[in-house]
């Protein structure tokens, strides 16, 4: 049985996924925050929050490697940490740098580095050759204007080092750049604390349907696990609407994304770590969106589960350890699974949702979650502002989808201010 030190996490889904994923291994875990209350504020589920189930619940300062790596090092004798993960994109630097000094496995820092600031990706990926799009880095609006006009309109405005789809826009002139801008400059520190690079990156507007790959890598070697495929809504914004696994792709196109998607990961230099690769299917072939050295978010890592019986949350917990991962796939029943994400209509207070207490009465719901009486729904901007989700599964590949989005196209969401003087 190893034990990991967890460093922080998200949380969403992954916040109960990694948990379980750890201890079906047979392994246990202590969890480090900086904010134990930034998790429990998150959790509207009933039962204690898998977090705090760990064998032990510590606190430091997460935001400073530095001091991180010192304080975990003076544990490391009394507790005998035998690896260390995170799930949350902001924290996978510091725990790359942890388990260098710990001599514990892990992807190399500088690896996690440029797969974790999307500026860096860019320029490591354009040396290597691997298709991307084209693109030009900024620090100022002076520059992001000449920048801009260089690469020709419309074009994707991207922060460097946010998640979730967070300030990703396209714009379309100068007019809409600068506001984005705008929007991007209001927003300083991120939800952990962290202040942001002032780097932003401008690209060429890639056009056609997106798919993930997701995969494993050990030693060096790259394992596929499969192809997700990707709904987005949104004519200016790239919100994910659902996903389904496996992708209906046929032979040819599914073995060029994965070509692309391994290409890219060695060109970044990752190594023993799970990889969740973005990619766009333009008319001249798959190009890289971005490369993320952890699992899956939006519960892709279940999607995969359901149809492989792979748990790549227990993979990510079995390559920190330095085990060698278990990837063979187990007859589940199901071709495919999808999931379907219900986006806030409008901004505001929401009384209820119509239709959610017999979601599981439909055909093929497997799982499904929705937010309380009293939310305040946020703008659908961004993958963080979701009001719930529906899981489906189907026998057949390529059918889970439309169970999916007809369970969340059977909903209703009810806002507070509509009841007023009804």
Not at 12 to 34: E, K, N, V, W
Not at 276 to 290: A, C, D, N, Q, S
Not at 389 to 402: I, N
Request: with cysteine; glycine share 10%.
């Amino acid at each position: 049985m190893g034990h990991l030190l967890m460093v922080e996490s998200w949380v969403g889904a992954m916040s109960t996924l990694l948990p379980r994923g750890i201890r079906d291994g047979g392994h246990r875990f202590s969890f480090l925050t900086r904010d134990v209350q930034h998790y429990l504020r998150a959790w509207n589920r009933p039962g204690a929050h898998p977090l705090l189930g760990a064998e032990n619940v510590l606190h430091a300062e997460t935001n400073e490697v530095a001091s991180l790596v010192e304080h975990v090092a003076k544990l490391q004798p009394a507790l005998g940490f035998d690896g260390v993960l995170t799930s949350c994109d902001y924290y996978l630097g510091a725990t790359a740098h942890l388990a260098q000094h710990l001599g514990l496995p892990g992807s190399p820092p500088e690896a996690v580095a440029r797969a974790c600031n999307k500026d860096q990706t860019r320029l490591a990926l354009r040396e290597a050759g691997v298709a991307g799009p084209a693109f030009a880095l900024a620090d100022g609006a002076s520059g992001l204007r000449e920048a801009a006009l260089a690469l020709g309109f419309p074009l994707v405005i991207k922060p460097v080092d946010l998640c979730a789809g967070m300030f990703v826009r396209k714009v379309s002139n100068e007019a809409e750049l600068s506001e984005a801008v705008r929007e991007l400059e209001g927003f300083p520190v991120n939800a952990r604390g962290q202040r942001r690079s002032g780097t932003v990156l401008l690209e060429e507007l890639l056009t056609g349907p997106e798919v993930s790959v997701e995969a494993v890598t050990a030693h060096g070697r790259t394992t596929v696990v499969g192809v997700t495929d990707k709904s987005i809504a949104g004519e200016s914004c790239f919100v994910e609407t659902g996903h389904m696994f496996p992708a209906a792709l046929d032979a040819g196109t599914e073995q060029a994304v994965t070509s692309v998607a391994v290409a890219a990961i060695e060109a970044l230099g990752l190594d023993n770590t799970v990889t969740h690769t973005e990619l766009k299917l333009t008319p001249m072939g798959p190009r890289i969106v971005e490369v993320n050295p952890r699992p899956a978010g939006n519960q892709i890592t279940e999607l995969v589960r359901r149809v492989t019986g792979i748990d790549l949350p227990a993979v990510h917990a079995q390559l920190a350890l330095g085990e060698p991962p278990r990837l063979a796939a187990d007859s589940t029943g199901a071709g495919s699974a999808a999931i379907s994400f219900l986006l806030p209509p409008r901004t505001g207070p929401i009384d209820r949702i119509d239709g959610a207490e017999g979601i599981h009465e439909i055909s093929g719901v497997v799982d499904s979650a929705f937010k309380a009486a009293g939310h305040v729904a946020g703008p659908a901007t961004s993958n963080n502002n979701y009001l719930g989700h529906v899981m489906t599964t189907d026998p057949e590949p390529g059918a889970a989808r439309a169970r999916a989005e007809a369970a969340i196209g059977s909903l209703e969401v009810v806002y507070a201010a509509d009841l007023v003087g009804a």
